[in-house]
């Protein structure tokens, strides 16, 4: 399946790179999604990223977050991080990525998440 690293603590304004990493089938094949759920919110969509590298950002990550892969990983490099960033944040395969948007629905592989807690 899917396995996320990376995660931990972080200071208001620092930075943090997630890993995403499949085990049983080819990674690079498919779109793959970055989600996030902070306590008592519902689960959300932050960024995905197609098998061309076509991108999409929710609004309240542009400017900050970057996602990109190479053959067997998928990368979610968070800068300027803020304590609102807080939450679990999991890797999912994404059918729904293209270029600009995304359309939930159909993530059939999931990971069990990591944590990102951002504090002073």
């Known amino acids: 399946q899917l396995v996320e690293s990376g995660g931990g603590l972080a200071q208001p304004g620092g930075s943090l790179r997630l890993s995403c990493t499949a085990s049983?089938?080819?990674?690079?094949?498919?779109?793959i999604g970055w989600f996030r759920q902070a306590p008592g919110k519902e689960r959300e969509v932050i960024t995905c990223?197609?098998?061309?590298?076509e991108k999409y950002y929710v609004d309240f990550v542009k400017g900050r977050f970057t996602i990109s892969r190479d053959n067997a990983t998928v990368y979610l490099q968070m800068n300027s991080l803020k304590p609102e960033d807080t939450a679990v944040y999991y890797c999912?395969?994404?059918?729904?990525?293209?270029?600009?948007?995304?359309?939930?629905?159909?993530?059939?592989?999931w990971g069990r998440g990591t944590q990102v807690t951002v504090s002073s």
């Open positions: 990223i197609t098998s061309a590298r």
């Open positions: 999912a395969t994404a059918p729904g990525c293209s270029d600009g948007h995304y359309f939930a629905g159909g993530n059939l592989y």
């Open positions: 049983g089938f080819v990674l690079d094949y498919y779109k």
